[in-house]
């Protein structure tokens, strides 16, 4: 897949940020229990995989990281090796999202040392899981009081760590804080062909919605493409499309 050139309507102080999500025909991203269940295809596999070697950093939420296995890393070689190809580094940045400093010390993520792991925190993180943090990860730096200032991290990360084009991916609780400040600038949609059901399963936007509908995110579908059982959606912020 090509890389989506971004419009000059972005905003140039932010990185360009998508999201990365795999959901069932009935909406959901997880089972109800929130148990660990890959549900895409190895098609879907390979678009994260792809999708990942188009940027400098990759980014997913405390619960996300430490209910998956996930590295967060390019994959194998021939991702690292199309990386380079393409002027970014051999291995992504990888960011953590842990308001309160909740996320597991046992997670997965931990036991891959092969590039700098960021955690973006707040202020109401208590001394000691700060500490704790700080010994796992190369960085912490805290935005905002409870809720994290999204708009001052993502300054942060394009500063100090070059983070131009940064993948989120998930879960639900990290996408939706992302989109209600309006920082998506795509979306990258599989839509599987499974039902889950569950009224309290997980939505690739959790949070607490919207209150009118003139506050939605509008967006405008850029590609669409049926792959086996499998729909891969990709849409972009309309106020990034230049009229
Ligand atoms: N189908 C897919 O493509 C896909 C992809 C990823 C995940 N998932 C599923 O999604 C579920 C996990 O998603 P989730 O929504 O429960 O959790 P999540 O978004 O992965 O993580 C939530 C945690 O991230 C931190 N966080 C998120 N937004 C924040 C904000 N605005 N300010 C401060 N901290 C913030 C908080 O950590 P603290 O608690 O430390 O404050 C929060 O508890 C799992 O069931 C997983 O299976 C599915």
């Known amino acids: 897949m090509g890389l989506i ?11 360009w940020v998508l999201v990365n999500v795999a959901m069932t025909a009935d909406g959901k991203i997880a089972l109800a229990n929130g148990s660990y269940a890959p549900f895409g295809s190895r098609r879907d596999h390979d678009h994260l995989l792809e999708l990942r070697a188009t940027a400098d950093a990759v ?12 590295n967060l890393g ?31 010390p046992e997670a997965e993520i931990f036991r891959h040392r092969f590039s700098p792991i ?56 990290l996408n939706a804080a992302l989109f209600q400040q309006g920082l998506v600038n795509e979306l990258h949609l599989t839509i599987c062909p499974v039902i ?3 009224r309290t399963a997980p939505t690739l936007a959790g949070g607490i919605g919207i ?6 995110e509008q967006l405008k579908i850029i590609s669409m493409k049926r792959v086996g059982e499998e729909m891969f959606l990709i849409f972009h912020r309309r106020e990034d499309i230049s009229a």
Do not use: H
Request: aromatic share 6%.
């Open 5 to 15: 050139m971004e419009s000059s309507k972005s905003n140039q102080s932010l990185p």
């Open 59 to 70: 980014m997913c939420g405390a619960r996300t990281a430490d209910s998956f296995p996930v």
């Open 74 to 104: 390019p994959g194998p070689a021939k991702y690292r090796r199309l990386r380079q190809k393409r002027g970014l580094a051999e291995y992504n940045l990888r960011i953590i999202v842990s308001g309160s400093g909740s996320l597991d």
């Open 118 to 173: 960021v955690i973006l925190t707040t202020s109401s993180i208590s001394p000691a899981r700060l500490k704790r943090l700080q010994e796992l990860a190369d960085e912490v730096k805290a935005f905002g009081q409870n809720k994290l200032n999204f708009p001052a991290a993502l300054r942060w990360l394009k500063a100090k760590y070059g983070v131009k084009r940064l993948v989120c991916e998930g879960g639900g609780e």
């Open 196 to 198: 889950f059901g569950g």
């Open 211 to 216: 209150k009118n509908l003139t506050d939605a």
